[in-house]
Protein backbone atom coordinates (compact mmCIF):
# COMPACT_ATOMS: atom_id res chain seq x y z
CA UNK A 1 0.00 0.00 0.00
CA UNK A 2 0.64 3.80 -0.55
CA UNK A 3 1.10 4.75 3.29
CA UNK A 4 3.20 1.96 4.16
CA UNK A 5 5.74 2.51 1.02
CA UNK A 6 5.66 6.77 2.72
CA UNK A 7 6.36 5.36 6.02
CA UNK A 8 8.82 3.34 5.30
CA UNK A 9 10.77 5.79 3.27
CA UNK A 10 10.10 8.59 5.60
CA UNK A 11 12.17 6.35 8.61
CA UNK A 12 15.00 5.29 5.99
CA UNK A 13 15.27 9.37 5.42
CA UNK A 14 14.36 10.64 8.84
CA UNK A 15 18.37 10.85 9.67
CA UNK A 16 18.82 13.02 6.53
CA UNK A 17 16.23 15.13 7.04
CA UNK A 18 17.15 15.93 10.50
CA UNK A 19 20.40 16.94 9.00
CA UNK A 20 18.90 18.82 6.61
CA UNK A 21 17.01 20.75 9.57
CA UNK A 22 19.83 21.53 11.74
CA UNK A 23 22.22 23.36 8.37
CA UNK A 24 18.60 25.45 8.34
CA UNK A 25 18.40 26.42 11.63
CA UNK A 26 22.26 27.46 11.91
CA UNK A 27 21.61 29.54 8.41
CA UNK A 28 18.12 31.42 9.34
CA UNK A 29 17.28 34.80 7.25
CA UNK A 30 14.88 37.00 7.79
CA UNK A 31 12.00 37.78 6.20
CA UNK A 32 12.34 38.05 1.80
CA UNK A 33 15.78 37.62 2.67
CA UNK A 34 15.66 33.93 2.42
CA UNK A 35 18.64 34.07 -0.26
CA UNK A 36 20.83 31.28 1.09
CA UNK A 37 17.38 29.09 2.38
CA UNK A 38 15.61 29.33 -1.60
CA UNK A 39 19.38 28.45 -3.17
CA UNK A 40 19.24 25.40 -0.63
CA UNK A 41 15.85 24.18 -1.96
CA UNK A 42 16.69 24.33 -5.05
CA UNK A 43 19.73 22.80 -4.93
CA UNK A 44 17.91 20.04 -2.97
CA UNK A 45 14.44 19.78 -5.70
CA UNK A 46 17.41 19.31 -8.38
CA UNK A 47 18.84 16.32 -6.64
CA UNK A 48 15.38 14.77 -6.51
CA UNK A 49 14.90 15.55 -10.28
CA UNK A 50 11.87 17.48 -9.77
CA UNK A 51 11.13 20.84 -11.56
CA UNK A 52 10.59 23.92 -9.95
CA UNK A 53 10.35 28.02 -10.67
CA UNK A 54 11.14 30.88 -8.57
CA UNK A 55 8.60 33.57 -8.07
CA UNK A 56 8.71 36.29 -5.74
CA UNK A 57 12.18 36.47 -5.65
CA UNK A 58 13.04 34.14 -3.06
CA UNK A 59 9.96 31.61 -3.36
CA UNK A 60 10.29 28.37 -5.02
CA UNK A 61 7.74 26.39 -6.36
CA UNK A 62 7.86 22.56 -7.63
CA UNK A 63 5.93 20.42 -9.64
CA UNK A 64 5.46 16.35 -8.89
CA UNK A 65 3.49 14.60 -11.59
CA UNK A 66 2.27 11.19 -10.79
CA UNK A 67 -0.06 8.73 -13.39
CA UNK A 68 -2.97 10.95 -15.07
CA UNK A 69 -1.27 14.34 -13.84
CA UNK A 70 -4.52 16.37 -14.80
CA UNK A 71 -6.43 14.57 -12.75
CA UNK A 72 -5.84 16.58 -9.67
CA UNK A 73 -3.52 19.01 -7.87
CA UNK A 74 -2.91 19.25 -4.65
CA UNK A 75 -0.46 22.35 -3.12
CA UNK A 76 1.94 21.66 0.02
CA UNK A 77 3.50 24.61 1.25
CA UNK A 78 5.75 25.81 3.50
CA UNK A 79 7.42 28.97 4.88
CA UNK A 80 11.12 29.29 4.73
CA UNK A 81 11.66 32.83 7.28
CA UNK A 82 13.33 33.18 10.44
CA UNK A 83 12.78 35.82 13.44
CA UNK A 84 15.03 38.83 14.67
CA UNK A 85 15.45 36.97 17.77
CA UNK A 86 19.33 36.02 19.38
CA UNK A 87 19.17 32.71 19.76
CA UNK A 88 19.33 31.27 23.63
CA UNK A 89 20.11 27.37 22.99
CA UNK A 90 23.21 25.50 23.34
CA UNK A 91 23.21 23.42 20.62
CA UNK A 92 25.56 21.80 17.91
CA UNK A 93 23.56 23.59 15.18
CA UNK A 94 23.02 26.87 17.05
CA UNK A 95 22.07 30.03 14.54
CA UNK A 96 25.41 31.54 13.28
CA UNK A 97 23.78 34.29 12.23
CA UNK A 98 23.71 36.83 15.16
CA UNK A 99 20.21 37.86 16.20
CA UNK A 100 18.55 35.76 13.67
CA UNK A 101 16.28 32.20 14.75
CA UNK A 102 14.42 29.58 12.93
CA UNK A 103 12.04 30.52 16.67
CA UNK A 104 8.56 29.68 14.76
CA UNK A 105 9.96 26.36 13.20
CA UNK A 106 10.31 27.54 9.48
CA UNK A 107 13.41 25.10 9.51
CA UNK A 108 11.16 22.26 10.43
CA UNK A 109 7.86 23.09 8.21
CA UNK A 110 10.72 23.49 5.15
CA UNK A 111 12.22 20.46 6.13
CA UNK A 112 8.97 18.51 6.12
CA UNK A 113 8.08 19.26 2.84
CA UNK A 114 11.64 18.94 1.05
CA UNK A 115 11.00 15.23 2.82
CA UNK A 116 7.53 14.78 1.02
CA UNK A 117 8.79 16.04 -2.23
CA UNK A 118 11.40 13.08 -2.05
CA UNK A 119 9.31 10.65 -1.33
CA UNK A 120 6.74 11.60 -3.32
CA UNK A 121 9.19 12.03 -6.36
CA UNK A 122 10.16 8.30 -5.58
CA UNK A 123 6.78 7.19 -5.71
CA UNK A 124 5.65 9.27 -8.55
CA UNK A 125 4.24 5.92 -10.21
CA UNK A 126 2.31 4.88 -7.37
CA UNK A 127 -0.36 7.50 -7.00
CA UNK A 128 -2.47 10.53 -9.28
CA UNK A 129 -2.43 13.45 -9.83
CA UNK A 130 0.10 16.52 -9.64
CA UNK A 131 1.62 17.90 -6.69
CA UNK A 132 2.96 21.63 -6.13
CA UNK A 133 5.27 22.17 -3.66
CA UNK A 134 5.34 26.02 -2.44
CA UNK A 135 8.56 27.43 -0.32
CA UNK A 136 7.20 30.74 0.54
CA UNK A 137 9.10 33.21 1.92
CA UNK A 138 7.93 36.14 4.37
CA UNK A 139 5.54 34.79 6.83
CA UNK A 140 6.33 36.43 9.58
CA UNK A 141 6.38 40.15 8.11
CA UNK A 142 3.66 42.47 6.35
CA UNK A 143 2.63 41.90 3.47
CA UNK A 144 3.33 38.34 3.64
CA UNK A 145 4.73 36.13 1.48
CA UNK A 146 1.39 34.03 0.61
CA UNK A 147 0.13 37.30 -0.85
CA UNK A 148 3.14 38.24 -2.86
CA UNK A 149 3.29 34.47 -4.07
CA UNK A 150 -0.28 34.48 -4.98
CA UNK A 151 0.27 37.49 -7.18
CA UNK A 152 2.79 36.10 -8.77
CA UNK A 153 0.65 33.25 -9.73
CA UNK A 154 1.20 30.04 -7.55
CA UNK A 155 -2.28 29.07 -7.53
CA UNK A 156 -2.34 28.81 -11.55
CA UNK A 157 -0.98 26.81 -13.88
CA UNK A 158 -1.98 24.41 -12.53
CA UNK A 159 -4.45 25.51 -10.09
CA UNK A 160 -4.74 22.94 -7.14
CA UNK A 161 -8.04 22.21 -6.01
CA UNK A 162 -6.80 22.32 -2.36
CA UNK A 163 -4.09 23.15 -0.15
CA UNK A 164 -2.55 22.03 2.82
CA UNK A 165 -0.14 23.35 5.38
CA UNK A 166 1.16 22.59 8.57
CA UNK A 167 2.89 23.87 11.64
CA UNK A 168 4.86 23.17 14.85
CA UNK A 169 2.82 23.14 18.14
CA UNK A 170 4.80 23.47 21.11
CA UNK A 171 1.80 22.76 23.25
CA UNK A 172 1.12 19.50 21.60
CA UNK A 173 3.51 16.47 22.31
CA UNK A 174 5.22 14.89 19.77
CA UNK A 175 3.70 12.12 17.79
CA UNK A 176 0.40 13.72 17.86
CA UNK A 177 -1.67 16.09 15.56
CA UNK A 178 -4.63 18.45 15.58
CA UNK A 179 -7.17 19.63 12.85
CA UNK A 180 -9.91 22.33 13.11
CA UNK A 181 -12.42 22.74 10.24
CA UNK A 182 -13.52 26.52 9.66
CA UNK A 183 -12.33 29.52 11.41
CA UNK A 184 -8.83 28.31 13.25
CA UNK A 185 -6.64 31.72 13.34
CA UNK A 186 -7.05 35.08 13.65
CA UNK A 187 -6.36 37.76 11.41
CA UNK A 188 -3.46 40.60 12.53
CA UNK A 189 -3.31 44.28 11.74
CA UNK A 190 -0.61 46.68 13.02
CA UNK A 191 -1.91 50.13 15.06
CA UNK A 192 0.08 53.01 14.73
CA UNK A 193 -0.70 56.23 16.43
CA UNK A 194 0.69 59.28 16.50
CA UNK A 195 -0.09 61.75 19.23
CA UNK A 196 1.62 65.86 18.63
CA UNK A 197 0.74 68.92 20.63
CA UNK A 198 2.32 71.91 21.72
CA UNK A 199 4.65 70.09 24.09
CA UNK A 200 6.12 72.43 27.44
CA UNK A 201 7.34 72.69 31.11
CA UNK A 202 5.58 70.05 33.22
CA UNK A 203 4.67 72.74 35.42
CA UNK A 204 2.50 75.12 33.15
CA UNK A 205 0.42 72.46 31.50
CA UNK A 206 -2.30 74.40 30.76
CA UNK A 207 0.52 76.00 28.39
CA UNK A 208 0.80 72.88 26.41
CA UNK A 209 -1.22 69.92 25.09
CA UNK A 210 -0.86 67.07 26.91
CA UNK A 211 0.02 64.23 24.44
CA UNK A 212 1.08 61.70 27.57
CA UNK A 213 -2.26 62.01 28.48
CA UNK A 214 -3.86 61.95 25.28
CA UNK A 215 -2.24 58.96 24.12
CA UNK A 216 -2.74 57.39 27.78
CA UNK A 217 -6.65 58.45 26.65
CA UNK A 218 -6.25 56.74 23.56
CA UNK A 219 -5.11 53.77 24.56
CA UNK A 220 -7.90 52.62 27.02
CA UNK A 221 -10.70 54.18 25.11
CA UNK A 222 -9.79 51.98 22.39
CA UNK A 223 -10.80 49.18 24.46
CA UNK A 224 -14.31 50.23 23.80
CA UNK A 225 -13.67 49.16 20.38
CA UNK A 226 -13.71 45.48 21.41
CA UNK A 227 -15.91 45.85 24.64
CA UNK A 228 -18.85 47.61 23.67
CA UNK A 229 -18.99 46.78 20.00
CA UNK A 230 -18.46 43.56 18.99
CA UNK A 231 -20.56 40.42 18.81
CA UNK A 232 -19.17 38.76 22.59
CA UNK A 233 -19.99 35.25 20.67
CA UNK A 234 -17.05 36.32 18.05
CA UNK A 235 -13.05 36.71 19.43
CA UNK A 236 -11.33 39.81 18.74
CA UNK A 237 -8.43 41.27 20.72
CA UNK A 238 -6.93 44.62 20.24
CA UNK A 239 -3.54 45.62 22.14
CA UNK A 240 -1.37 48.71 22.31
CA UNK A 241 1.75 46.71 22.86
CA UNK A 242 4.32 50.20 22.23
CA UNK A 243 4.02 53.29 24.19
CA UNK A 244 7.00 55.86 23.34
CA UNK A 245 7.09 59.34 24.34
CA UNK A 246 9.01 61.86 26.74
CA UNK A 247 12.80 61.73 27.52
CA UNK A 248 12.83 63.48 31.33
CA UNK A 249 10.60 64.16 34.45
CA UNK A 250 9.44 67.96 33.86
CA UNK A 251 8.90 68.40 29.85
CA UNK A 252 5.79 67.36 28.30
CA UNK A 253 6.97 66.03 25.13
CA UNK A 254 5.38 67.34 21.96
CA UNK A 255 5.16 63.54 20.21
CA UNK A 256 4.18 60.38 21.83
CA UNK A 257 3.75 57.26 19.26
CA UNK A 258 1.72 54.14 19.88
CA UNK A 259 2.10 50.79 18.04
CA UNK A 260 -0.51 47.84 18.39
CA UNK A 261 -2.18 44.80 17.05
CA UNK A 262 -5.61 43.76 16.04
CA UNK A 263 -7.14 40.80 15.46
CA UNK A 264 -10.45 38.81 14.72
CA UNK A 265 -12.21 36.31 13.59
CA UNK A 266 -14.69 37.33 11.45
CA UNK A 267 -13.56 39.79 8.12
CA UNK A 268 -16.90 42.34 8.51
CA UNK A 269 -16.58 42.75 12.14
CA UNK A 270 -12.65 42.85 11.45
CA UNK A 271 -12.92 46.08 9.05
CA UNK A 272 -16.11 47.60 10.59
CA UNK A 273 -13.65 48.08 13.79
CA UNK A 274 -10.56 49.49 11.40
CA UNK A 275 -12.90 52.59 11.24
CA UNK A 276 -13.84 52.44 14.81
CA UNK A 277 -9.92 52.50 15.64
CA UNK A 278 -9.88 55.57 13.76
CA UNK A 279 -12.82 57.59 14.70
CA UNK A 280 -11.98 56.91 18.77
CA UNK A 281 -8.59 58.48 17.98
CA UNK A 282 -10.20 61.39 15.54
CA UNK A 283 -13.00 61.23 19.41
CA UNK A 284 -9.92 61.40 21.93
CA UNK A 285 -8.36 64.26 19.30
CA UNK A 286 -11.06 66.24 19.65
CA UNK A 287 -11.20 65.78 23.20
CA UNK A 288 -7.67 66.36 24.10
CA UNK A 289 -6.64 69.18 21.80
CA UNK A 290 -3.96 66.99 20.52
CA UNK A 291 -3.45 65.69 16.79
CA UNK A 292 -3.40 62.14 16.48
CA UNK A 293 -2.57 60.40 12.92
CA UNK A 294 -3.61 56.76 12.98
CA UNK A 295 -2.60 54.18 10.67
CA UNK A 296 -3.63 51.02 10.44
CA UNK A 297 -1.93 48.49 8.69
CA UNK A 298 -4.10 45.77 7.20
CA UNK A 299 -2.45 42.92 7.37
CA UNK A 300 -3.41 39.04 7.41
CA UNK A 301 -6.82 37.59 7.03
CA UNK A 302 -8.05 35.12 9.21
CA UNK A 303 -7.53 31.12 8.40
CA UNK A 304 -10.36 29.63 7.43
CA UNK A 305 -10.21 25.53 6.87
CA UNK A 306 -12.05 24.18 4.21
CA UNK A 307 -14.74 21.89 6.04
CA UNK A 308 -14.50 19.26 3.29
CA UNK A 309 -10.99 19.44 2.89
CA UNK A 310 -9.68 19.68 6.59
CA UNK A 311 -12.15 16.41 7.64
CA UNK A 312 -10.55 14.32 3.97
CA UNK A 313 -7.12 15.19 5.24
CA UNK A 314 -7.55 14.43 9.09
CA UNK A 315 -9.26 10.97 7.68
CA UNK A 316 -5.64 10.56 6.04
CA UNK A 317 -3.54 11.68 8.69
CA UNK A 318 -5.68 9.54 11.15
CA UNK A 319 -5.32 6.36 8.83
CA UNK A 320 -1.03 7.12 8.83
CA UNK A 321 -1.19 7.81 12.90
CA UNK A 322 -3.47 6.41 14.16
CA UNK A 323 -7.03 7.81 15.31
CA UNK A 324 -5.43 8.17 18.88
CA UNK A 325 -3.03 10.45 17.97
CA UNK A 326 -5.11 13.41 16.25
CA UNK A 327 -6.70 15.99 18.27
CA UNK A 328 -8.70 18.77 17.80
CA UNK A 329 -6.57 22.28 17.45
CA UNK A 330 -8.25 24.61 19.66
CA UNK A 331 -8.80 28.12 18.30
CA UNK A 332 -5.98 30.58 18.28
CA UNK A 333 -5.73 34.73 18.08
CA UNK A 334 -2.03 34.26 16.94
CA UNK A 335 -2.08 34.68 12.56
CA UNK A 336 -0.94 33.05 9.74
CA UNK A 337 -0.39 34.18 6.23
CA UNK A 338 -1.99 30.95 5.21
CA UNK A 339 -5.18 32.83 5.32
CA UNK A 340 -4.70 34.32 1.70
CA UNK A 341 -4.42 30.78 0.55
CA UNK A 342 -7.81 29.60 2.38
CA UNK A 343 -9.04 33.18 0.90
CA UNK A 344 -8.56 31.77 -2.34
CA UNK A 345 -8.84 28.16 -2.71
CA UNK A 346 -10.01 25.52 -0.15
CA UNK A 347 -7.00 25.24 2.47
CA UNK A 348 -6.21 23.12 5.55
CA UNK A 349 -3.82 24.04 7.76
CA UNK A 350 -3.04 21.95 10.78
CA UNK A 351 -0.58 21.36 13.47
CA UNK A 352 2.30 19.09 14.35
CA UNK A 353 2.89 18.11 17.74
CA UNK A 354 6.81 18.82 18.77
CA UNK A 355 6.45 19.21 22.58
CA UNK A 356 8.80 16.72 24.52
CA UNK A 357 8.54 17.68 27.97
CA UNK A 358 11.38 14.98 29.77
CA UNK A 359 13.98 16.55 27.42
CA UNK A 360 12.55 20.01 28.06
CA UNK A 361 11.31 21.10 24.98
CA UNK A 362 8.44 23.18 26.45
CA UNK A 363 9.04 27.25 25.36
CA UNK A 364 6.73 28.47 23.25
CA UNK A 365 7.28 29.59 19.43
CA UNK A 366 8.89 33.25 19.30
CA UNK A 367 10.92 32.59 22.04
CA UNK A 368 14.70 32.39 22.27
CA UNK A 369 14.89 28.29 23.90
CA UNK A 370 12.25 27.64 21.65
CA UNK A 371 13.43 24.17 20.52
CA UNK A 372 11.77 20.99 18.67
CA UNK A 373 11.60 16.78 19.07
CA UNK A 374 13.18 16.09 16.06
CA UNK A 375 11.75 12.89 15.79
CA UNK A 376 8.28 14.84 14.58
CA UNK A 377 10.10 15.29 11.34
CA UNK A 378 9.62 11.93 10.21
CA UNK A 379 5.68 12.44 10.82
CA UNK A 380 6.00 15.34 8.96
CA UNK A 381 7.06 14.62 6.14
CA UNK A 382 5.61 11.26 5.83
CA UNK A 383 2.00 12.99 6.67
CA UNK A 384 2.64 15.60 4.17
CA UNK A 385 3.68 12.99 1.23
CA UNK A 386 0.34 11.12 2.12
CA UNK A 387 -1.56 14.23 1.70
CA UNK A 388 -0.50 14.97 -1.62
CA UNK A 389 -0.36 12.05 -2.84
CA UNK A 390 -3.97 10.88 -1.38
CA UNK A 391 -5.99 14.03 -0.95
CA UNK A 392 -9.14 15.20 -2.90
CA UNK A 393 -11.92 16.90 -2.86
Same mark, same amino acid.
Given at each position: ?5 ? /? ?33 ? /? ?56 ? @? ?102 ? /? ?11 ? /? ?104 ? @? ?70
Amino acid at each position: MLKEKI /QAKASAYKEDFIAIRRHLHSHPELSYQEKETSLFV /QKQLTQYGIPFEIMAETGVVGLIKGKNPDSRTIALRADMDALPIEELNDVDFKSQNKG @VMHACGHDVHTTCLLGAARILSELKGEWEGTVKLIFQPGEEKNPGGASLMIKAGVLENPKPQGIFGLHVHPLLPVGKLSFREGKCMASADELYFTIKGKGGHAA /QPDLTVDTILAAS /QLVVNLQQVISRNRNPFSPSVLSVCSFQGGYTTNVIPSEVNLKGTFRAMDEKWRFRAHELIRNEANGTALATGATIDSLVDVGYPSVDNNAELTKVGRSIVEDYVG @VDNVEETELRMGAEDFGYYTQAIPGCFFRLGVRNEARGYVNNVHTPNFMVDENAIEIGMGVMALLGAAANI
